[in-house]
């Protein structure tokens, strides 16, 4: 499925970053492997859309850089309070865009049309209960 909100580079992107920060681990399938980036839209839909935008142009121009730039990028997010103001600001910002793509479509138990493997919710067998009055 492709995205109507970033581009196939950005997307591209969003699964290398993603691979960076949740590889995989044992039964955990990688971000990649389990193919949520699909569902990238169901999330960014309540972004405001210049966010978004800003997120998936810088996404784009990454999408031929090599891993270390990548890892670099998240070390840096990481520790944006190392850097002086404004540098610092726009790091932690760009952390909240990353991370929060990545950690929301990872532990959103949605996967991809090919990935046949348990979801990350499957393994830590977490199921969600409403409970009403």
Avoid at 69 to 76: E, F, K, Q, S, Y
Avoid at 91 to 103: A, E, K, P, Y
Wanted: contains cysteine; charged residues 20%; glycine residues 8%.
């Amino acid at each position: 499925m492709a995205s109507r909100l970033l581009n196939e580079n950005a997307v591209k992107t969003l699964n290398r970053f993603g691979d960076i920060l949740f590889p995989r681990n044992g039964e955990y399938p990688s971000f990649s492997e389990l193919g949520c980036a699909e569902h990238v839209d169901d999330i960014a839909a309540h972004a405001p859309a210049e966010d978004i935008a800003l997120l998936g142009s810088f996404m784009a121009t990454l999408r031929f850089a090599p891993g270390f730039v990548l890892r670099g990028i998240v070390w840096a997010t990481q520790n944006a309070d190392r850097f002086p103001e404004p540098i610092g600001t726009n790091l932690r910002l760009l952390d909240m865009g990353i991370r929060s793509l990545t950690v929301t479509l990872y532990y959103s138990g949605k996967k991809g049309a090919h990935y046949t493997g348990p979801t990350p919710l499957n393994v830590i067998d977490f199921h969600l209960t409403i409970v009403r009055d």
